[in-house]
């Protein structure tokens, strides 16, 4: 079995090399078939720092994380693709993680959550993510999911501009056998920094709530730029 990771950025030259030498040095047993940075029209060194940590680079002119992702999987040559947020780091365990959770007869998981800022609030959220509710699931957890699978559901909706890592996982989890890994990925508090914990945090419950009372993308984005302003990108 080989691993193809995939990365979407925009202007992420303050993790992007770190994140991919740790992964490199994450793979003891041969499993990392590639990783694959796609970047959406970055104004910093991101790119620059990718290729020189030795990643695929590929360049998408939609600055959107479900068009981004799909791209890379579409270049992906991997048995299993781990979609995974630049400001993000899994287990060091990733590679055996993975391998153990397909051989055991599932096509498609995540890793519960843990922010690197230590706020109660936080650490509340955080908490919430080890239980199987798709309430739960967004991308900072990061998504692994085998090539079958991930060509069975379409892959990411293009459509969405928002949410989309919670919409894939629901419907990955009525096609096929999905697993909560019980360890957690250690993602960036930096937005939440930026904005404050309870304003993002009230954003994102709002934003969640209109989404499954049937808002459209454009209401989201909308709603979305109201709450946080333009800095926030779709993707990285």
Same mark, same amino acid.
């Given at each position: 079995?080989?691993?193809?990771?995939?990365i979407?950025?925009?202007?992420?030259?303050?993790?992007?090399q770190?994140?991919?030498?740790?992964?490199?040095?994450?793979? $003891? =047993?041969?499993? /990392?078939?590639?990783? #694959? +940075?796609?970047?959406?029209?970055?104004?910093? &060194?991101? @790119? $620059? =720092?990718?290729? /020189?940590?030795?990643? #695929? +680079?590929?360049?998408?002119?939609?600055?959107? &994380?479900? @068009?981004?992702?799909?791209?890379?999987a579409e270049?992906?040559?991997?048995?299993?693709?781990?979609?995974?947020?630049?400001?993000?780091?899994?287990?060091?365990?990733?590679?055996?993680?993975?391998?153990?959770?397909?051989?055991?007869?599932?096509?498609?998981?995540?890793?519960?959550?843990?922010?690197?800022?230590?706020?109660?609030?936080?650490?509340?959220?955080?908490?919430?993510?080890?239980?199987?509710?798709?309430?739960?699931?967004?991308?900072?957890?990061?998504?692994?999911?085998t090539?079958?699978?991930?060509?069975?559901?379409?892959?990411?909706?293009?459509?969405?501009?928002?949410?989309?890592?919670?919409?894939?996982?629901?419907?990955?989890?009525?096609?096929?056998?999905?697993?909560?890994?019980?360890?957690?990925?250690?993602?960036?508090?930096?937005k939440?920094?930026?904005?404050?914990?309870?304003?993002?945090?009230?954003?994102?419950?709002?934003?969640?709530?209109f989404?499954?009372?049937?808002?459209?993308?454009?209401?989201l984005?909308?709603?979305?730029?109201?709450?946080?302003?333009?800095?926030?990108?779709s993707?990285?």
């Amino acid at each position: 079995m080989k691993i193809s990771i995939i990365i979407p950025t925009c202007n992420e030259e303050g993790f992007i090399q770190s994140l991919l030498r740790y992964l490199n040095g994450l793979d $003891a =047993h041969g499993l /990392l078939r590639e990783i #694959i +940075v796609v970047d959406g029209s970055s104004t910093d &060194r991101t @790119v $620059a =720092h990718a290729k /020189l940590a030795g990643a #695929i +680079v590929l360049s998408s002119d939609i600055r959107s &994380r479900a @068009v981004q992702l799909n791209l890379g999987a579409e270049m992906a040559t991997g048995d299993v693709y781990y979609f995974l947020h630049a400001d993000s780091l899994p287990p060091e365990s990733l590679f055996e993680d993975l391998y153990n959770t397909i051989d055991a007869g599932f096509e498609a998981g995540c890793y519960q959550l843990s922010f690197d800022k230590s706020h109660w609030f936080l650490r509340l959220n955080a908490w919430f993510t080890r239980f199987d509710c798709e309430a739960f699931r967004f991308g900072d957890q990061s998504l692994f999911v085998t090539q079958n699978a991930y060509h069975k559901i379409g892959g990411y909706d293009q459509k969405l501009t928002i949410l989309e890592d919670n919409e894939i996982i629901t419907r990955l989890k009525k096609k096929v056998k999905f697993r909560l890994l019980n360890k957690k990925v250690v993602t960036s508090a930096r937005k939440y920094i930026a904005c404050g914990v309870f304003r993002l945090q009230f954003s994102y419950y709002l934003l969640y709530l209109f989404y499954k009372l049937g808002g459209t993308q454009q209401f989201l984005l909308k709603t979305y730029r109201v709450l946080l302003g333009k800095s926030w990108s779709s993707s990285g």
